[in-house]
């Protein structure tokens, strides 16, 4: 793997975790953003974030202060990737911005440059064509929490070159992710492939009154062995998401139901402030919720 320069563009909520993890790594680093003031911000949240690698992962001070050195700034999009080998893209989730944004950087990166999407729901080959280089692009996924959920799901598209795909495979594990190579375009890749229908399916009996939120959850731990249901989880994501989510689905696919439980979402939950395990409740109380204490499951 022959990446040594990294730039990630957008240091909102999942930029600059990845800028930092990528740092933590050993990778030099530029963070870009579209002004001084969010790579300001940015800087402020490397400081709390180090605080969590020294807590969640026990991370030494001479590693952070390496952290700290691999990380440079810049509010300017050519000088950020004028050596770039890997451009990692986390602007807004919105197309428009994020194709007016690979219009730009096509325009100002190196040939040698490969670009990937941390786009949660769009797709790669919606954006191929204006990266001006689509063998040399694709979708590296991470998620919410790098430090410790640490996953990344890697999706190329049709014409994603197969050596900067295994490339990108091995930057993935080089900066301590899971890597999880995925074959074909796939919406939502493997992990909302298999947790979006589970959670609507969860929200489904709780609806229809088939079931208390806690039953559902004690009878997916016990049968599955598992350590969270699916209303911890949902209480892990935050009713927002899951409430946005649901809407767009249920514009997607005009199934009634989903109306149904984004409705629920709201009155019952979001509407009465219990927004999840941010804010010390939702489904559960927390920080000590039910579906950890030894009796849960008894
Ligand atoms: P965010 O809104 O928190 O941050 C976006 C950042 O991009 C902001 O700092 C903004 O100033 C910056 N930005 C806006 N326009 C830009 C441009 N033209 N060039 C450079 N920067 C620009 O968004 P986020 O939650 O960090 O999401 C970023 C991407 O990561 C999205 O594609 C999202 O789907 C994906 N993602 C998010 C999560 C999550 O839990 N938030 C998880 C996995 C993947």
Same mark, same amino acid.
């Given at each position: ?162 050596? =900067?795909?295994?490339? $990108?495979? #091995?930057?993935?594990?080089? &900066?301590?992710?899971? !890597?999880? *190579?995925?074959?074909?375009? /796939? ?8 947790? =979006?229908?589970?959670? $609507?399916? #969860?929200?489904?009996?709780? &609806?229809?009154?088939? !079931?208390? *939120?806690?039953?559902?959850? /004690? ?80």
């Amino acid at each position: 793997m022959h990446f040594k320069n990294v730039t990630v563009a957008g240091s909102g909520v999942l930029g600059y975790q990845i800028a930092f993890q990528t740092a933590f790594h050993g990778f030099k680093v530029t963070v870009y953003d579209i002004n001084d003031e969010i790579l300001d911000k940015a800087k402020e949240k490397f400081f709390e974030l180090s605080e969590c690698y020294k807590k969640d992962i026990n991370a030494t001070q001479e590693q952070l202060d390496n952290t700290f050195k691999n990380l440079s700034y810049c509010a300017n999009l050519e000088e950020a990737v004028k050596d770039a080998d890997l451009v990692i893209e986390a602007v807004p989730e919105n197309p428009e911005i994020k194709r007016d944004f690979y219009e730009k950087l096509s325009k100002v990166a190196p040939e040698k440059t490969v670009f990937v999407s941390n786009t949660s729901t769009l797709l790669p080959s919606q954006f191929s064509e204006f990266t001006g280089r689509p063998e040399k692009f694709l979708a590296l996924h991470f998620a919410n929490r790098i430090w410790v959920h640490n996953t990344a799901e890697i999706m190329g598209h049709a014409t994603t070159d197969r050596k =900067v795909f295994d490339e $990108v495979v #091995a930057f993935a594990k080089a &900066v301590g992710m899971l !890597a999880l *190579p995925i074959y074909k375009e /796939q919406p939502g890749y493997i992990i909302n492939t298999l947790l =979006v229908p589970y959670l $609507v399916s #969860a929200l489904d009996l709780w &609806v229809n009154e088939v !079931a208390a *939120p806690h039953t559902i959850d /004690q009878t997916w731990m016990k049968t599955q062995s598992s350590t969270i249901g699916p209303f911890g989880t949902l209480d892990m994501i935050g009713m927002t998401t899951a409430y946005n989510v649901t809407m767009l689905q249920a514009d997607l696919t005009k199934n009634p139901l989903l109306l149904k439980i984004a409705d629920k979402i709201k009155t019952e939950m979001i509407d009465t402030g219990k927004m999840g395990m941010e804010t010390g409740q939702g489904f559960y109380d927390y920080p000590n919720p039910a579906y950890q204490s030894e009796t849960f499951l008894q």
